[in-house]
């Protein structure tokens, strides 16, 4: 019988038993060397050499909920709160479109000051000053009438990841208010109202088993995400996981083969500087990853606060060094950094 990543290959219509023994590969380099080389191959079917970019703009770091593993967690009080006012984030995207950003990603913690009404006040300004551009939104678990607001007032794709599709697994990440269910619906209203819609795990979290991970990888292929967004868990200092540690990232790139499609809106974790190797920017590549890396076109203290997990990379970086410095490692690999939304194909 042929190996599993070889009938992967043939044949991705996987079930939970057969991701389980593909994740497993992940330590066999010739499984790992033939799902990137068909990474890469299938990369270049849908999206040839371009890479494309988004502007982040974490526009808040306030947050109602309590996650166990995130560094904005609304009991940390030792995170320094931060929102940007709608000027700031105008003037983010003004900086961004100037440096050849095409996507633009609201992302924040879920901030009650952020109403429905002041959300969709900010979606269509930015929507008629940059009407060529995408609009994204991070900003967490609402309603279906409320996600509708947003898409009819301009919003192009949404950001949610699943986190873990697991219910006992997610248990132990989240507190009791917090539910799996609403989480998963959330996505699903998400694509009924035409979004292109980002779901994702991380990997390496806190109790996270192989078979969890086969259940994400099951439920990203019922929910058939536009983006997948899939990141190593980093512990942060101020979270109960503070002492834990990942996965190893090997992994990374079973799972960049087993999205044959995605225009993967990777947040920055993905790109982190505490993989192993220090050299995010090959594994990148090597895991045959559609896009690069988010930089945000705003350069001011607020982003070193807006800190998910620990040792974020560029966090005080000018957004144009940083596409400048993007731009040519790209190059220098045979790709193209294009200004362009980059929508799912
Ligand atoms: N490590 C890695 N990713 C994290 N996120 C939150 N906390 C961490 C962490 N400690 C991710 C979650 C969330 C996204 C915005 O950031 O997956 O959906």
Redesign the pocket.
Known sequence: MKPVYERFIENPDFTKPDFVELIKCAEDPEAVRRLKEEAVRIREIYYGKKVFTRGLIEYTNYCKND?Y???IRKSNTNAKRYRLTEDEIMACCENGYELGFRTFVL?GGEDAYYTDDRMVAIIKKIKEAYPECALTL?IGEKSYESYKRFREAGADRY???H?TANEEHYRKLHPEKMSLAVRKNCLYDLKKLGYQVGA???VG?PYQTTEDLAEDLVFLKELQPEMV?I??????HD?Q?AKRTGRKCGDDTVFARCDPNPAAEG?S?GNDSTWDDGSAWKRERAAGRSQCRDAEPFSGENRKQYE???NKICTGEEAAECRGCMGRRVASVGYELVTERGDAV
């Not at 990141?231 to 942060?236: E, L, N």
């Open positions: 996650c593993y995130c560094g992302q991070s950001l949610l990841r986190e994702g795990m991380m979290s967004g990141g190593p868990f980093i512990p942060h979270t996981f947040t974790s998910l997990y620990d």
